[in-house]
């Protein structure tokens, strides 16, 4: 047999179904009731108890002393880069492996990305090859760090936590330290993801979440901003709120800012959601015991687990597939979705995009390796709860 006919045979013993999507959502505690209430109540929009009891309610999952909900995380990215001072012309270093929007979110800024190299044990960014670029590319002068060959300011990092495998954010944070660099975290795949104990998203000076409906936990459509100052979240409020001063009845805004506000309507769900994290965070990581058991006799295959001293969501299940078989992805991608089993690859590198290509950036030997070699499989919490 193929190794694409015995990678969709395992992945089919595993799912047990027919057919299977990648990531559904799972609603199978309050949400009804709760939605059911903002619209027996009236409350649907922008403001009401389940926005404010959702901010309580992350704040205190993830152990961050504020959050701020949004209507996704790329508009709570932006916010979160704003919050720091990413300002128009500045550079941002982001990983060259992930999701369009990190690179999206900076360029609403109007800043620019400058591309990182992967780590093969995160799959996160490369802190050491960080490290040696930032040697090589920046100076700090007076406190500010700058790219010596674009002459731009480097503000900001965004570690991002990919699948929900925990970047090490302590060595990212001296890292950063030493280049006077703000780190704002993009979890928008972490929430239920820790490191030493400690929640990804409280280590950045501002992080963010998001609750898209392919997410561990979803308000549909939504995010987070994640911050422990107290003038930092006021600031994220007053920015994804049209800059409007509190007023009973007055319309008076004193800059120009956003409509990024979450509906209640979506908080409510969010806050259904969340009640039942832990189940889903069980259920995934039973399903990596599984696929683990299912591809244990393969040696040109391994199952992505979490590095020691962190604690993965395994939000989406990551199968590695060894260097010398890399061109056999797409006749495993073509072999599993043909058999209704649902995979797909990882990004194509941010720095490869059109708009992005001219954008600063190191050597990505590491994230081109992985680009060719990752398929994600069916995460569903459900292959392991069962349908409702
Ligand atoms: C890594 C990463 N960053 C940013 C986002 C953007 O979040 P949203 O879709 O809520 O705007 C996502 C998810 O969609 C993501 O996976």
């Not at 990092?157 to 993009?186: C, N, Q, S």
């Amino acid at each position: 047999m193929q190794l694409a006919e015995i990678i969709t045979e395992r992945v089919r013993r595993v799912t047990a179904t027919a057919k299977v999507a990648l990531h559904e959502p799972c609603f199978r505690g309050r949400e009804l009731a709760y939605v059911t209430e903002c619209i027996e109540t009236g409350w649907v929009s922008s403001v009401g108890s389940y926005v404010d009891r959702f901010e309580r309610d992350l704040a205190a999952y993830t152990g961050a002393k504020h959050a701020v909900v949004v209507s996704n995380g790329t508009s709570g990215l932006q916010i979160a880069l704003q919050l720091v001072g990413v300002e128009a012309g500045d550079e941002v270093l982001i990983p060259a492996l992930s999701f369009v929007a990190t690179a999206n979110a900076v360029r609403h800024c109007g800043a620019q990305p400058h591309f990182v190299d992967s780590d093969e044990a995160s799959l996160g960014i490369g802190i050491a090859a960080l490290a040696e670029h930032l040697g090589q590319v920046a100076e700090v002068l007076a406190g500010v760090c700058r790219n010596k060959r674009t002459g731009r300011r480097i503000a900001a990092v965004v570690p991002m936590h990919t699948f929900g495998h925990p970047v090490d954010m302590p060595a990212l944070l001296e890292l950063a330290a030493r280049y006077h660099i703000e780190v704002v975290e993009d979890a928008a795949e972490s929430l239920g993801s820790t490191i030493g104990g400690r929640h990804t998203g409280t280590f950045g000076r501002c992080s963010m979440l998001s609750f898209n409906g392919n997410k561990i936990v979803t308000t549909g459509g939504g995010g987070a901003i994640l911050t422990d100052d107290a003038a930092l979240a006021k600031r994220a409020k007053h920015l994804s709120t049209t800059a409007k001063m509190p007023h009973a009845w007055a319309f008076y805004h004193d800059e120009v800012a956003y409509n990024y506000r979450m509906p209640n309507l979506n908080a409510a769900l969010g806050c259904a959601q969340l009640e039942q994290i832990d189940g889903f965070l069980d259920a995934k990581r039973e399903l990596t015991q599984r696929y683990l058991e299912a591809f244990s006799d393969l040696p040109h295959v391994r199952l992505f687990t979490e590095r020691p001293g962190t604690r993965a969501n395994y939000w989406l299940q990551t199968l590695l597939i060894a260097p010398e078989l890399a061109e056999q992805r797409d006749a495993i991608l073509a072999a599993t979705n043909g058999a209704g089993q649902m995979t797909r690859p990882v990004w194509e590198l941010l720095s490869t995009l059109p708009m992005y290509r001219d954008c600063a950036s190191m050597a990505t030997p590491v994230a081109q390796d992985l680009a060719r070699r990752i398929i994600n499989l069916p995460s569903s919490p459900q292959l392991i709860m069962g349908a409702v």
